[in-house]
Each structure stands twice: as structure tokens, then as C-alpha cells.
């Protein structure tokens, strides 16, 4: 019987070649392998979801990729924790909804570990936090299904460079800024931070965990 199992990347990984990796992983589901959960780094780049718009686009300084998950521009580098979530929904009743919902408890409650009240925010994916300081998104959220598999996923803030996000307009959002656990007065570290995920995902048995 397949399970999911966890995957770390020590290096930071290459964005072409993460797609590649996903796709032999999602052929691998549909074989009766292992479901996947896979944390990384990427060095910095820029990814345009399905829904992407070239104003959105302000300095291509960095790398820029097309890609298939939904959702807009996005910023992914050094100190931020990528999720790569590939599981297979048909066992899950084909309910995408309840999938990203479940991506963003699972971020919620990461934040509650740190002391940090994350929110969802109505017609807006990802994970927000919300409070005299105003609105600033701290994860975000795009994902694609191909034949019942799910792929892609979501990104945290850990402690990037946020200057980075200048060259984007992240997610469309021009009226909202990027946050980090650094930004925020957390001093932690993206591999801290993947073994409190793993503790979490596992005890509050998100997919099925055991």
C-alpha cells in the first residue's frame, strides 16, 4: 500500500528542474507508488501562474518561468520554504477546495507555533496576517491537478530577502505587502521550520498521516 512520505532538498534546487522531479513523482502516484511532500529552497526567481499578467512583471531581473499551477506572480529564493504537496485526491473525495484549505490550516497552525495569528482571507488564496500593522500575506498558495494528482503547493516567508518581491506585483495584489517569520521578530531558520511542519502533519494527521 502507498504512503506519503517526506523528502528534503539540501541544496537548493533548480525551478526546471523541480517541475521535472514532480512529474516523475506524479507518474509514480498513478503507478501505486509513495505520495510525496517534499520541502526545498529555490534560488531566487520569479514563476508566472495560469492566471499571470505581463504588467505584473515590473524587473526580470531574476530568472521568470512560466508554469502550470494556478494563481500569479510569485517570488521564490533563499529563506523561503517551498511545499511541494503531490497527493492523490481521488482518494480523497476529488475535493480540491477542501485540499488548499487544508494546505493553509496546515500554515495557520505553523504560525501558532511561532505566536503569529495567520488568517484566510475571503477571494484571496494563501495565508495572511492581519492586525494594527495591517494586512500582509506571509504564504502563499497556487497548485495544479493532473489526473487526480495533485502538484505544486505553497511557499513560506521564513527569512528571505523581501526586497526581492519589488520586481512583481505578488499575486496581483498591488495594495498589500510580503511579510517573513523574520520580518516579523521570529528568528528561526527554514530547517527549523520543516521539522515543526513534519511534526504537525503528522499529528494533526493532515492527508492521512501516520
Keep these: 500500500m502507498s504512503q506519503i512520505k517526506f523528502m528534503i532538498a539540501n541544496a537548493p534546487v533548480e525551478y526546471s528542474d523541480a517541475i521535472q522531479f514532480m512529474q516523475k513523482i506524479i507518474e509514480g502516484i498513478h503507478s501505486g507508488e509513495d505520495e510525496v511532500i517534499w520541502f526545498l529552497e529555490h534560488p531566487p526567481l520569479y514563476t508566472a501562474g495560469t492566471s499571470a499578467k505581463e504588467s505584473d512583471l515590473i524587473d526580470s531581473t531574476f530568472p521568470v518561468f512560466q508554469t502550470q499551477r494556478g494563481g500569479k506572480h510569485t517570488y521564490h529564493g533563499p529563506g523561503q520554504?517551498?511545499?511541494?504537496?503531490?497527493?492523490?485526491?481521488?482518494?480523497?473525495?476529488?475535493?480540491?477546495?477542501?485540499?488548499?484549505?487544508?494546505?493553509?490550516?496546515?500554515?495557520?497552525?505553523?504560525?501558532?507555533?511561532?505566536?503569529?495569528?495567520?488568517?484566510?482571507?475571503q477571494g484571496r488564496v494563501g495565508v495572511w496576517l492581519d492586525d494594527e500593522l495591517g494586512e500582509r500575506k506571509i504564504a502563499a498558495?497556487?497548485?495544479?491537478?493532473?489526473?487526480?494528482?495533485?502538484?505544486?503547493?505553497?511557499?513560506?516567508?521564513?527569512?528571505?530577502?523581501?526586497?526581492?518581491?519589488?520586481?512583481?506585483?505578488?499575486?496581483?495584489?498591488?495594495?498589500?505587502?510580503?511579510?517573513?517569520?523574520?520580518?516579523?521578530?521570529?528568528?528561526?531558520?527554514?530547517?527549523?521550520?520543516i521539522d515543526i511542519m513534519k511534526s504537525v502533519a503528522v499529528s494533526a494527521k493532515l492527508w492521512q498521516l501516520e
Design 81 to 121: 520554504l517551498v511545499i511541494y504537496v503531490m497527493v492523490d485526491l481521488k482518494k480523497r473525495d476529488n475535493d480540491i477546495r477542501l485540499f488548499v484549505q487544508t494546505l493553509e490550516e496546515w500554515i495557520i497552525k505553523i504560525l501558532s507555533i511561532f505566536g503569529l495569528n495567520g488568517v484566510r482571507k
Design 141 to 193: 498558495i497556487g497548485v495544479r491537478v493532473t489526473q487526480g494528482v495533485t502538484w505544486h503547493g505553497l511557499s513560506l516567508n521564513v527569512n528571505p530577502d523581501l526586497s526581492h518581491y519589488k520586481g512583481i506585483v505578488p499575486c496581483g495584489l498591488k495594495e498589500y505587502r510580503v511579510t517573513s517569520l523574520q520580518a516579523e521578530g521570529i528568528k528561526t531558520d527554514v530547517h527549523q521550520v
